[in-house]
């Protein structure tokens, strides 16, 4: 009888690893696809420091940050619940998880927001980081509910 419920305890962890890494390639790849796209690079000639400074908006929220908050935060969740999961399945404690889940998705957004210097459709904002972090965040609460 032990063999069998090591057997399904066995299983149930497999299966909550690969639900978790399936959250975090569908989180990464609907990000990317929402957040790069269309994909049309900086003309090479106008490449100054002068200019991708002046791309950045470090103001806290403009006027079209109002409405891309919400839709950033939902965007995030998916990734925080992944990686919370991943973090669960591998018995990592709480502050451990939070930490990695802060760690990842502000790295991501960062990577996000970089890239998007160098997209001529794109705008990187300061709104965003903290937006897409909060989003994370919240997916790991929601997973850890």
Not at 96 to 108: D, H, S, Y
């Amino acid at each position: 009888m032990s063999n069998d419920s090591n057997w399904q305890s066995t299983d149930s962890h497999y299966l909550l690893t690969a639900i978790a890494l399936f959250m975090i390639v569908i989180g990464v790849a609907l990000i990317a696809i929402t957040t790069l796209l269309p994909f049309s690079l900086v003309n090479g000639d106008v490449f100054t420091w002068q200019y991708l400074l002046a791309r950045l908006d470090l103001s806290l929220l403009s006027d079209d940050s109002w409405t891309d908050v919400p839709r950033n935060i939902l965007l995030f969740i998916p990734l925080g619940m992944g990686i919370s999961a991943l973090m669960f399945s591998l018995g990592k404690s709480e502050q451990q998880t939070i930490i990695v889940v802060l760690l990842l998705g502000a790295g991501m957004t960062i990577l996000v927001e970089t890239i998007q210097v160098f997209l001529t459709a794109r705008s990187p904002e300061l709104s965003d980081i903290i937006a897409n972090t909060v989003g994370v965040l919240l997916g790991h609460f929601i997973i850890r509910r």
